[in-house]
């Protein structure tokens, strides 16, 4: 499989959930590039699975500082840029009578401002005819309860691929944005309680149209496409990967 022979990318959170699943499917097409993530045990591992293809950088996507260090080294050691997946998201949960300035600045920072600044700072770095793959949420077409603050950046997040795509026309760099539903990634464990994980995905398989929730995998077989030649008339695009949620779920 090569649809991304010869091709750079970084894709940001890439150590776990949909960001490894991301890597892993670039990595079958042919990809080299960087992870990048905040904990070292999981990026040693993410590395060791995905073999000579990815390094991993340590660093956080909400300093300015770091972004730069990431795309210096990146180009230092591959090359030019070919690929940005600026997949590091989450945050506080909560609704507008919960959700106080310090929540919502880190909710804001690590969902907003790091996609636009990953982007900022890529951009010396890349190749033109690159591509820009964003990661949004179908929290922000539905109001599901609890994810005000997070939908609301998801939301901006979507407009981003639009806007991006315009300011970057005579460079013909696109970008585009995947937008997942429920995913079957690690983070669970952060707000269920362990024995109750397997009770609530079932619960959120019914829910979904397809009759499951998504995998990581999903995911990365759609960036490999936005990644790929193969998007080359495709820009300022949505791609729901839901199952079906946004649009046919009652």
């Known amino acids: 499989m090569s649809k991304l022979k010869n091709k750079v990318a970084v894709i940001t959170g890439g ?21 990048v993530g905040r ?17 991993a950088i340590d660093a ?23 690929v940005i997946v600026a997949n590091a998201g989450g945050g506080a949960v909560g609704t507008v009578e919960t959700i106080g300035v310090t929540d919502y600045d880190k909710t804001m920072d690590l969902n907003l401002k790091s996609v636009y600044f990953t982007v900022h700072k ?15 949420s179908n929290a922000a077409h539905r109001a599901y309860p609890n994810f005000t603050l997070y ?19 005579s460079r013909k760099i696109r970008a585009n944005v995947i937008t997942p539903g429920t995913t079957d990634t690690p983070a669970f464990e952060k707000f269920v309680p362990l024995e109750q994980i397997d009770a609530i995905k079932t619960h959120f398989a019914g829910e979904i149209p397809i009759g ?3 995998q990581p ?20 695009a949505e791609i729901l990967v839901d199952g079906g949620m946004t649009y046919l779920a009652k």
């Open 60 to 82: 956080d996507v909400t300093n300015v500082t770091d972004l730069e260090r990431v795309f210096e080294a990146t180009s230092e050691k591959f090359g030019k840029i070919d």
């Open 212 to 214: 499951r929730i998504g």
């Open 217 to 236: 995998s999903d995911i990365g077989k759609a960036a490999v496409f936005l990644a790929s030649d193969n998007s080359s008339f495709i820009l300022g």
């Open 151 to 169: 939908g609301a950046a998801k939301a901006a997040v979507i407009f981003f691929a639009k806007a991006f795509s315009s300011d970057l026309l």
């Open 15 to 35: 150590n776990s959930g949909i960001g490894f699943g991301i890597a892993q499917e670039f990595k079958n097409e042919g990809a080299v590039g960087v992870i």
């Open 39 to 55: 904990n070292q045990k999981t990026l040693d591992s993410a590395v060791a699975q995905l073999g000579g293809n990815f390094i």
């Open 122 to 136: 890529a951009l010396p770095h890349m190749n033109d005819g690159g591509s820009i793959i964003l990661i949004g």
